[in-house]
């Protein structure tokens, strides 16, 4: 009765489902390890998490933080942007606070298109986007990603006629571990300002990235028209703290203020203060996590190869995303791995249709638990499965 047609039209998920799935399992005894979420179970830095408890102290956070107290938070992202992107931004008007990037980016819809507008996001993609598009009333064109492409779309095929308000990326990649090259940012650029678009790029795992490998920021290919999404989820194990902030084209980040200003006041100043230390920590420490990371990457993806599953070997993010030979319902297979051997893993079908035939492991679990998840699913039927719903 109480539902809108807006959040009538937000997708269901399908982790609730698997979910169910994993209560099956325990009911049955069987040890779970859980390769579903992508939630980082390191710590964030200890500097970071000492700046938090001294603000707690301080009585001057107790208060609301109006715009003027985002400041510092706003220039260390600002010196962040430069110190490792070469970008140049103005905190006052062409950085944004925001409550983690899932945040921004519901309400950078909201702010930037109008009901009936047209979004091309990826697919497969991260499902909270199809949600936020549902939020905001958009029509969605879906971007396959392919493997032979490297999972990064092709631009230049899509129909001259298509103008869309905004074109949704995200590399390093949730859900394929993809990453992206600054020509690819700058061609993907040049098709958003040619057809009037505004490029958005979520970059939760900017620093998320293995050996000596850096993933480039869209804002290489200039501020104008281009808004990217930065968090501190991932890069600093902080996603708890809903932190994170925006930064570009001044026009849109103007609007996606004056949305938020109707919708919260700011993230609260501890968390404020933990965030811009955390920014502006050296590289050393702020990448600490991600070494932890790397060595899960080397132990799973060659146990998942050795089951004859196709792995791209990932740079960055804290994804396997494989392809599964003969696997055409990846939702049923996923639901019947969790009841049969406790390895829960995300179907690749929950990130869009391109995602069939695909399962997601996140890296979060020790490589010795990796290879054991491994190991049980070398156990599980392909294709046994039917969905049997509920
Ligand atoms: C692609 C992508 N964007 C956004 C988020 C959420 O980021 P935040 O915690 O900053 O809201 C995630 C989390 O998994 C993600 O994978």
Redesign the pocket.
């Known amino acids: 009765m109480w539902m809108s047609s807006r959040a009538g039209a937000v997708p269901g998920s399908v982790f609730a489902l698997m979910d169910a799935a994993k209560g099956r399992a325990r009911a049955r005894g069987l040890p779970i390890i859980d390769l579903s979420?992508?939630?980082s179970d390191q710590s964030p830095p200890e500097t970071v998490l000492e700046a938090l408890r001294e603000a707690t102290r301080d009585p001057l956070t107790y208060r609301y933080p109006l715009f003027s107290d985002t400041a510092p938070l706003r220039e260390a992202a600002a010196t962040y942007l430069l110190r490792r992107f070469g970008i140049k931004v103005d905190p006052e008007t062409e950085v944004l606070p925001?409550?983690?990037?899932?945040?921004?980016?519901a309400h950078l819809l909201l702010a930037v298109t109008d009901p009936g507008d047209t979004l091309l996001l990826p697919d497969p993609?991260?499902p909270?986007?199809l949600g936020a598009a549902a939020v905001a009333g958009l029509k969605t064109v879906p971007l396959p990603l392919l493997p032979e492409r490297g999972f990064l779309p092709d631009l230049e095929t899509l129909p001259e006629d298509l103008r869309p308000r905004a074109l949704l990326l995200?590399y390093p990649?949730?859900?394929t571990s993809a990453v992206a090259s600054v020509a690819f940012f700058e061609e993907a650029a040049a098709w958003c300002r040619r057809r009037g678009t505004l490029l958005i790029h979520?970059h939760?795992?900017a620093e998320l990235t293995f050996g000596d490998y850096r993933a480039p920021s869209a804002l290489e290919a200039g501020l104008n028209g281009v808004v990217e999404?930065?968090?501190?989820?991932?890069t600093h194990h902080?996603?708890g703290f809903?932190?994170?902030f925006a930064a570009g084209d001044a026009g849109a980040l103007a609007a996606l203020a004056r949305v938020k200003g109707a919708v919260d006041f700011h993230a609260y100043l501890g968390i404020q203060r933990a965030a811009t230390l955390a920014l502006s920590l050296p590289d050393a420490v702020g990448r600490a996590g991600t070494a932890v990371f790397q060595a899960r990457r080397d132990a799973l993806v060659p146990a998942l190869r050795e089951l004859g599953w196709e792995v791209q070997w990932p740079q960055a993010?804290m994804y396997a995303w494989a392809r599964v030979p003969g696997l055409t319902d990846s939702v049923a297979y996923a639901v019947h791995a969790a009841e049969e051997c406790g390895v829960v893993v995300s179907p690749g079908r929950a990130f869009g249709e391109r995602g069939e035939g695909f399962v997601r492991f996140a890296l979060v679990q020790p490589p010795e638990v990796l290879l054991e998840a491994a190991k049980r699913l070398a156990g599980v039927e392909i294709g046994a499965a039917v969905f049997r719903g509920g």
């Open positions: 979420i992508g939630s925001l409550i983690g990037a899932q945040e921004g980016l993609g991260y909270p986007y995200n990649n949730n859900p979520d939760p795992y999404l930065h968090s501190l989820s991932k902080m996603g809903r932190v994170g993010s």
